[in-house]
């Protein structure tokens, strides 16, 4: 099984930064793509961002240009930097990868942008 721990959420006001991690058990070049995904109160989790083993990434229209997915070798772990942030992208952020037949997520991590 793949283990994924998110952190770094936290609360920020708009404009603001933060960085997100996801440790992952297994090597995270292991995996054809990494993904993040959040969801806001009421609403259905809605993908973000995507990195593929390649290093080719992609990202939902509202987060373009602000967002940033990345990798460590070193560390193994996920990235997601956030920056000029707003409300609307308060939501738990979790990280996510496909494995065996199967998507696995972590716990997620609480990121509150406040006014």
């Known amino acids: 099984q793949v283990q994924l721990v998110e952190s770094g959420g936290g609360l920020v006001q708009a404009g603001g930064s933060l960085r997100l991690s996801c440790a992952v058990s297994?090597?995270?070049?292991?995996?054809?793509?990494m993904a993040w995904y959040r969801q806001a109160p009421g609403k259905q989790r809605e993908w973000v961002a995507r990195?593929?083993?390649?290093?080719?990434?992609d990202y939902e229209d509202s987060v373009k240009g602000r967002f940033t997915i990345s990798r460590s070798r070193e560390k193994n772990t996920l990235s997601l930097q956030m920056s000029s942030l707003t409300p609307e992208d308060t939501a738990v952020y979790y990280c996510?990868?496909?494995?065996?037949?199967?998507?696995?997520w972590g716990q997620g991590t609480q990121v509150t942008v406040s006014a």
């Open positions: 996510m990868v496909p494995y065996w037949g199967s998507n696995h």
């Open positions: 297994e090597s995270i070049f292991s995996f054809s793509v």
């Open positions: 990195i593929t083993n390649g290093g080719a990434t």
